[in-house]
């Protein structure tokens, strides 16, 4: 578990972490980092991550779960607004632009950036636009009956939506996919699910783990939404 807390001191320094109650035999971890844009509610970039790892059964689980947004709709009244002399100064100068804020600096990039018409032809139907990930990973080095697909997450609300993922029929890894109507019924959704055990494992890092036994299954969630 001593990954985790160097990550957590490299995240301290640079204050992006979130403390987090756990046990003597729980490890958690959180944090986020965004992209604000000025005159924007939403960000145009967001990430959060969580990360768990704890006993399980003879071994050990770890658990990542992690939401990335993108809203390139935020960039709209942002564009709308007209540019500050100081602050495309600052950029068009080839500046770091010190003297602004993240967001104006985002602003600013994202206003001189489409001034080019072929840029800005390309960019308008992203604007429109709200992308999302989500990710959950799961890993764990104990004896399980059902290998990797014990681990799939979420497995009630994915056999709500239809989704029944597979078991291995030849030994080999599994990896399937879906798409269709986003949730809200403005988008486009598409689920992955990926399941692997020990010995799909390149040769040289099954031997890393010795006798123990390992799999992994995970998700990941694309969607596409219209704002």
Known sequence: MGILNRI??????????????????????????????????????????????????????TRLRAHIQTNFAALRPALEAPTKKSDAKAIGNGSSGKGLSLSQRTTALAQRALENPVVNFLAQPLLKHDFNTWIDLQASTASLDDGAHALVPQSDKLTAMGIRPARSRDGGPVAESWSGQSPNGNGFAQVSII??????????????????????AGAIINTVEEK
């Not at 970039?45 to 969580?50: A, E």
């Not at 399941?195 to 992994?216: E, N, T, V």
């Open 8 to 61: 957590r001191k490299g995240l301290e320094a640079v204050g992006v972490t979130k403390p987090e109650s756990q046990g003597p035999e729980r490890e958690e971890l959180s944090f986020e980092a965004e992209v604000p844009v000025a005159g924007a509610e939403a960000p145009l970039w967001k990430l959060k991550v969580h990360l768990v790892t704890e006993p399980h059964g003879d071994g050990e689980r």
């Open 195 to 216: 399941q692997m055990d020990k010995k799909h494992l390149p040769d040289r890092l099954a031997k890393m783990l010795k006798g123990k036994p390992f799999q992994m």
